[in-house]
């Protein structure tokens, strides 16, 4: 192995970290002999290029393999709608069904298949590629997670609408949704990434990313008022839970709005923790 | 190669990557540890195509997933344009160019989208990344496919599109594994071009893997011949060549069970290698001649379909160095 003193490894590190790793600088204690005549590294690819890149590309794929699957996700949440019509009369109960039905479909693509993508693109050497290229972790799982998160807009907005009008709520502060799929989209898609890169196994992804959904359909549509306690916690554990809420809140006749940002705080909260473990389980799943 | 130039741009030494036994389930007995990598060195030098030649299983993935930073070595030395891999395998994107086996990242993406993607994330600007595409792609002659999404193409078509993409954004090392896959001739043959023209304009350097023995005699400078995870032999194809002497190959195929009761075909039967209707003979020149005469001249001649007379192959180097599975080696 190579004996390096610990002040050529800061100066090569700093040297390398500006892009470029001058051939001349050359600390002692160094292999002549294969030290010579280090070569130019060529540059890395920038965080937001990088991530830019990556974001456009996930985007196409939806216009070759991920259509169907859109529609699947907002015909589940209409379908749920529809039945809890003859249930739910309205009030309370109705707000609560038509944001969770809304916050659904982010659940659906962002948790459930972005998991599916992470886990399959793992147990098929995909990540290798990536792997191979210049490019900060972060990029490809914020690129990835973004787009899937913009998958969920339009199904998102169609439920939303279709269910005040459904349900006859107010549709005035449905802006609301632009804070709500983002920042729910981002914590849902951070844990799904995690959880596809996390898993062992390409079947254990998409069942993490199944159990997710499935919690968020049940967790998210029935009213809170319904739910006995513990499930109540799992309910406040559970982070599209709080997009939930956030949308619930923008129906009521005078909107609470700092229990919405509050709602929408710990949405945010939970996507910068939760992206930041997907880009960890990104690197330990590249690097084997 | 007049091209290749006598500097070392690549060091390995004492390279050992194992694999931990397996656990036994259930219906499966317990895997052995295994080394896929044991003790490789390797001096790769600027400007040459540099193979990796051996079987399935042989190690010669492994070997390169250390060489691109994604796996990391138990013990040994990685250095490449001076740079330690071993310490630092996040450098060698910055180094090299990767084309793996599996195009799973890119399946869902049109040829141009993969290529300029590929290329962004390389590092080059949009504008940098977009022209590198067109080039690539017409040279290719991938342009008329430009926006068809890679799953839809042929096996060969998308290997040549992943191809594409590993050249976008240039390296002074191209690492390739298998990259002719499922190629038609025309493919392959762009594909060399494209090698030759980097080689020859920018010094590129190719290393190859390989299980195809015909491919690796007519485009590798030296080849490394693997065996369980062991360099046996490493050398220009004519060297290693010349490790079996001037013995030559003698292929008999029978039309149906080989003549034993002629004594001439009896007697070579110790030495041939069976593999159901065709023996294989490696024999001195005056022992192959005298061989063709006896089955040719002879009413064994009859039962004879065909035969053919051949200096040796790498095959045939690989036989002789004692390599086990020559079956997973393939010609053509």
């Given at each position: 192995?190579?004996?390096?003193?610990?002040?050529?490894?800061?100066?090569?590190?700093?040297?390398?970290?500006a892009g470029t790793l001058p051939g001349a600088r050359r600390g002692a204690g160094r292999e002549p002999e294969a030290r010579a005549q280090?070569?130019?590294?060529?540059?890395?690819?920038?965080?937001?290029?990088?991530?830019?890149?990556?974001?456009?590309?996930?985007?196409?794929?939806?216009?070759?393999?991920?259509?169907?699957?859109?529609?699947?996700?907002?015909?589940?949440s209409i379908g749920i709608m529809i039945l809890m019509r003859g249930v739910v009369s309205g009030g309370e109960d109705a707000r609560a069904v038509v944001a969770g039905s809304s916050v659904l479909v982010v659940a659906f693509v962002a948790l459930n298949l972005l998991a599916q993508y992470f886990g399959q693109l793992r147990a098929g050497g995909g990540l290798d590629h990536y792997a191979t290229l210049p490019v900060p972790p972060a990029a490809v799982v914020l690129g990835a997670a973004g787009a899937y998160a913009s998958f969920t807009v339009p199904g998102t907005a169609f439920t939303a609408v279709a269910g005040s009008v459904l349900f006859k709520l107010p549709l005035a502060h449905l802006w609301v949704l632009a804070g709500v799929v983002p920042l729910a989209g981002a914590a849902l898609s951070g844990l799904g990434a995690a959880l596809g890169l996390l898993a062992p196994r390409p079947e254990l992804a998409t069942l993490g990313g199944q159990l997710g959904m499935s919690a968020a359909l049940l967790l998210g549509v029935l009213p809170a008022s319904h739910l006995p306690a513990p499930i109540d916690w799992a309910r406040d554990l559970l982070p599209s839970t709080y997009g939930v809420e956030a949308l619930a809140h923008s129906f009521d006749a005078r909107p609470d709005w700092l229990l919405v940002a509050a709602d929408l705080g710990v949405c945010a909260a939970v996507g910068v923790l939760s992206l930041a473990l997907a880009t960890w389980a990104y690197r330990r799943a590249a690097v084997r | 190669m007049a091209?290749?130039?006598?500097?070392?741009?690549g060091t390995v030494r004492g390279l050992v990557k194992s694999y931990p036994a397996g656990r036994a389930r259930r219906g499966a007995p317990a895997a052995p540890a295994v080394r896929a990598t044991d003790e490789v060195d390797l001096d790769i030098r600027r400007g040459e195509i540099f193979g990796l030649l051996g079987p399935n299983g042989a190690g010669k993935t492994t070997l390169v997933r250390q060489l691109t930073g994604l796996m990391r070595p138990d013990a040994g030395r990685i250095e490449l344009f001076g740079h330690d891999l071993v310490r630092h395998p996040e450098r060698a994107a910055r180094l090299l160019a990767y084309l793996g086996q599996e195009s799973t990242a890119l399946d869902e993406l049109t040829v141009a989208l993969?290529?300029?993607?590929?290329?962004?994330?390389?590092?080059?600007?949009?504008?940098?990344?977009?022209?590198?595409?067109?080039?690539?792609?017409?040279?290719?002659?991938?342009?008329?496919?430009?926006?068809?999404?890679?799953?839809?193409?042929?096996?060969?078509?998308?290997?040549?599109?992943?191809f594409a993409a590993a050249l976008v954004g240039d390296r002074p090392l191209l690492i390739l594994d298998e990259p002719t896959t499922g190629?038609?001739?025309?493919?392959?043959?762009?594909?060399?071009?494209?090698v030759d023209r980097r080689r020859a304009e920018r010094g590129t350097t190719v290393l190859l893997v390989t299980h195809n023995v015909i491919e690796a005699e007519t485009v590798l400078d030296r080849v490394a011949v693997l065996e369980a995870g062991r360099v046996i032999a490493c050398d220009t194809p004519a060297g290693l060549k010349s490790l079996v002497g001037d013995e030559v190959r003698v292929d008999l195929v029978w039309r149906d069970q080989p003549p034993l009761d002629a004594p001439e075909v009896a007697a070579l039967r110790p030495r041939a290698q069976e593999a159901g209707r065709r023996w294989s003979l490696r024999l001195a020149p005056a022992e192959a001649r005298a061989a063709v005469a006896a089955v040719?001249?002879?009413?064994?001649?009859?039962?004879?379909?065909?035969?053919?007379?051949?200096?040796?192959?790498?095959?045939?180097?690989y036989l002789a160095l004692g390599g086990g599975q020559a079956k997973g080696l393939v010609k053509g």
């Open positions: 192995m190579t004996t390096v003193s610990g002040s050529a490894v800061s100066a090569q590190t700093a040297a390398d970290q280090a070569a130019p590294l060529a540059p890395r690819a920038r965080l937001l290029p990088a991530l830019s890149a990556v974001y456009r590309a996930q985007l196409s794929r939806a216009r070759v393999a991920r259509i169907p699957l859109l529609f699947v996700a907002t015909f589940q | 091209t290749a130039e006598d500097t070392v741009i993969a290529a300029e993607t590929t290329g962004r994330l390389r590092g080059l600007d949009p504008r940098t990344a977009r022209a590198e595409r067109d080039a690539v792609l017409e040279e290719l002659g991938l342009t008329a496919l430009a926006a068809r999404p890679l799953k839809k193409l042929s096996g060969g078509q998308r290997r040549l599109a992943c190629m038609d001739p025309v493919a392959r043959r762009a594909v060399w071009a494209a040719t001249g002879g009413p064994a001649f009859a039962a004879l379909d065909d035969f053919t007379l051949a200096t040796p192959s790498l095959e045939d180097v």
